[in-house]
């Protein structure tokens, strides 16, 4: 068998994967979950389908994972940049026009890149807490996890009390442990 034919063979079956990796993704974003029921319709083993899903969850976990660490830290830093550029530009129009309207407009502005500021600076840490909440299970055996997950619920209600003006959660977090 020559190099190029083998090569072909090589092209075809991944051809063949993608395909019916992509069927596969098809019918379940159709509401087709059932996988025995995906392997009647595309003539496959159950076991491909099973095989396949598996693949689909840990690509979607990396890409998770990736999207968590490496790109949503760049959509902040370039959404505060993007936000600062405009903030700097409203505070020189509010400087340098005459015109009323036109430097209430740029305080409006202003206000406004202000609040957006501080509604990504207050959501950035909540994403990071989730993440390495992500992470931290990952890395934890399996018993663990409930116990953990409990406590982290009960943070959460502290954090809910001390915003709201109150702070009677402490009790909860040790009733918890």
């Known amino acids: 068998m020559s190099l190029g034919s083998q090569h072909n063979k090589q092209d075809r079956r991944r051809q063949q994967i993608e395909w019916r990796r992509t069927k596969i993704l098809e019918l379940m974003s ?8 995906i392997a009647r319709i595309l003539h496959i083993d159950k076991s491909i389908v099973c095989r396949d899903i598996a ?7 990396e890409e998770f ?7 949503l830290p760049m959509e902040y830093e370039l959404c505060f940049e993007g936000l600062k550029s405009i903030l700097k530009e409203s505070w020189n129009i ?8 036109e430097k209430m407009q740029a305080l409006s ?14 959501s950035a840490p909540v994403v990071e807490r989730a993440a390495r909440f992500v992470e931290n299970v990952r890395n934890q055996p399996r018993s663990s996890i409930l116990q953990n997950d409990k406590v982290a619920i009960g943070v959460t ?15 909860s977090i040790k009733d918890i442990r």
């Open 109 to 122: 502005l202003a206000k406004e890149c202000y609040a957006m500021m501080r509604d990504l600076a207050t």
């Open 157 to 171: 209600a502290k954090e809910s009390s001390i915003r709201a003006g109150r702070n009677d959660s402490t009790e």
């Open 94 to 101: 509010e400087s340098d026009s005459e015109d009323k309207r």
């Open 65 to 71: 994972k990736t999207y968590l660490t490496q790109r």
């Open 30 to 37: 159709k509401g087709e979950n059932n996988q025995s029921e």
């Open 55 to 61: 693949s689909f969850r840990r690509q979607a976990q």
